[in-house]
């Protein structure tokens, strides 16, 4: 058993501490927002409930579920895209930004679902997803048509008669990121796949044309924009040959070019102030200097960013170490902390699943270790972003053979794997370990076929432990995943020190607990995170407070001047402050 000492109760409770604290606590008021106090969950439509029985999930599905959402507590729903799209990646190649695609609903069946929402005070982000277009929007077929076409310039093009572009690097397209198109004689580039052309965010009618549609959503009255690949909106454009060797750090070679923060700006002027909405980047640079040019109050951007430091701590099932995470939340909060806010997150469509990557899917161990993990997520400064499934402990789904794949990621990487003549099996085991398919599996509500997702065939298989992990055994069980999540949400509610309260990691060198104070003037809160599958005890010096907000065992002894966590324990203790 591991013993630290925990010094810092005798550091923050002296005088000149709590003046610091009282001044932040001003500054903390007027910085207040909605979308800081909020609780996001994340709802990927096509796997959350199929009301017709195409295996699709639908707008009605998500009708039906309004009740449980409330009931989880969450405030806010990001919803993945769900406009007319050929789905070549999952809705994140659109063919048209204002219609719906028919096997979520008609519009009317969105109004309904958005009305539902906010009756129920949740508010709801869109997903814009304009870095590119589906190639079968009108506006790329009228650009590849002819160079005379209105369209032409909303694309980058590499005209044939300067020779062959040169290399650049793809994330999903072994080939590359130019693809040849005959009737224009010249290249377009693709950052992502070869159906999803990058937008010319240098022409004005582009930008133009995204206001307009971020407008149409805000004035049917959405509440958040969540802005999809955005960090590589912006490029140089004379396309200089890409770099060997600097695939990982893609973003800082090719993404956030200076005149991207124009273009937020811009758009910050013609949309996100006239409306009472938010916006946050996927991604949020390779810098925490680039963060904050995103984000920062005072430069009238986006409002939010998040970044992938941490789900890059653990792509291979090696894992990662305790230490490590806890550098990542540490340094982004201590650069976050007077200035600008981020999302908190463990999970989303484009990763594996939670508990199999940051705990342990064990049937011994997940219950525990995901209460543990949604303890983090909804105890730290930043707005906690909870994926769908995440609040029952839904698992990666064991997938050895790469024909059960339908990713155009995952294909990807495949053939650029046998291409580079890599260990198959090996490549095999990170991609089943690691790949966002098992992220995208169907919502697991009851026993009944399907998971009670769809009474037709499911677009995705269904991980078969939803007949141990799901919505209706959870519901009744006080000491279930679920009913853990709803109790943490309600403190993450009730206590504002969670929200806006100052972060201090105690005892960083630790290896299995996570331990950190919150304090917002008077209040101040300790966590306590064993992240690991074996007791812990750590010795205190001073713990004068014991009104427990939240634990996920039975007990907790805090008389003493040490105290042992069970495996995967978490206890929020609320700690009071001599006057
Ligand atoms: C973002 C999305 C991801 C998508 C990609 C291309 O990273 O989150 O799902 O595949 O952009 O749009």
Request: net charge negative.
């Amino acid at each position: 058993m591991d013993k630290f000492l925990l010094i810092l109760f005798l550091l923050v409770l002296t005088g000149s501490c709590r003046n610091e604290v009282e001044q932040k606590t001003v500054a903390t008021e007027k910085n207040k927002k909605w979308w800081k106090e909020g609780i996001l969950y994340q709802l990927y439509p096509q796997s959350f409930k199929d009301t017709d029985g195409d295996g699709f999930g639908d707008f009605p599905g998500v009708v039906e579920k309004l009740d449980y959402l409330e009931s989880l507590g969450i405030t806010m729903v990001w919803m993945n895209p769900f406009f007319e799209s050929p789905l070549v990646d999952n809705g994140y190649d659109v063919s048209d930004y204002r219609a719906i695609l028919p096997r979520y609903g008609t519009m009317d069946d969105f109004d309904a679902m958005l009305d539902g929402m906010h009756e129920r005070g949740i508010k709801f982000v869109l997903d814009v997803v304009v870095n590119h277009s589906s190639d079968q929007h009108k506006w790329f077929k009228g650009a590849s048509s002819s160079r005379d076409n209105e369209y032409h310039d909303y694309y980058h093009w590499w005209p044939a008669e300067k020779g062959e572009p040169p290399h650049r690097h793809s994330l999903f397209d072994p080939e590359g990121g130019w693809d040849y198109v005959e009737a224009v004689d010249a290249y377009y580039l693709h950052t992502f796949a070869e159906v999803q052309p990058d937008l010319n965010w240098e022409n004005p009618k582009v930008r133009q044309e995204v206001y307009d549609i971020m407008k149409f959503w805000a004035e049917k009255g959405v509440d958040g924009f969540r802005m999809d690949a955005f960090q590589f909106a912006s490029k140089d454009t004379t396309f200089p040959e890409f770099p060997k060797g600097h695939e990982k750090d893609f973003i800082k070679w090719y993404g956030m070019r200076p005149q991207l923060h124009d273009y937020l700006k811009e758009m910050n002027n013609e949309v996100i102030r006239k409306y009472d909405v938010f916006a946050v980047s996927e991604g949020a640079g390779s810098t925490f200097e680039d963060a904050h040019k995103l984000v920062d109050a005072d430069r009238n951007e986006l409002q939010m960013a998040y970044h992938f430091e941490t789900v890059d701590l653990s792509r291979t099932p090696e894992g990662y170490t305790l230490k490590e995470f806890k550098d990542v939340f540490t340094s982004w909060d201590e650069s976050f902390a007077e200035e600008g806010w981020i999302s908190i997150f463990l999970s989303n469509h484009d990763n594996a699943r939670m508990v199999s990557r940051f705990g342990n899917d064990s049937p011994e161990f997940r219950t525990v270790s995901t209460q543990m993990l949604n303890t983090f997520l909804l105890s730290m400064r930043g707005t906690p972003y909870i994926y769908y499934g995440d609040e029952l402990g839904m698992t990666n789904l064991d997938m050895p053979k790469i024909e059960e794949y339908v990713d155009i990621d995952a294909k990807g990487k495949y053939k650029a794997a046998m291409a580079n003549n890599e260990d198959m099996d090996a490549f095999m085991e990170v991609l089943n370990y690691s790949s966002r398919e098992n992220g995208r599996t169907p919502m697991q509500w009851d026993t009944t076929a399907n998971a009670g997702f769809t009474n037709g065939t499911p677009w995705k298989k269904v991980n078969p432990n939803y007949r141990e992990i799901n919505v209706a055994a959870q519901e009744n069980d006080p000491n279930s995943v679920l009913s853990h999540f709803k109790k943490m949400t309600e403190v993450r509610k009730k206590n504002p020190v969670l929200v806006y309260g100052d972060y201090e990691l105690l005892l960083p060198e630790h290896e299995q607990v996570y331990a950190y104070t919150r304090t917002l003037g008077e209040d101040r809160v300790l966590v306590l995170l064993n992240f690991s599958e074996r007791e812990s005890t750590i010795d205190m010096e001073k713990l004068n407070g014991q009104n427990i907000l939240i634990n996920n065992y039975d007990d907790l002894d805090l008389e003493g001047t040490s105290v042992t966590l069970q495996p995967y324990q978490a206890v929020i203790v609320s700690m009071e402050t001599e006057s």
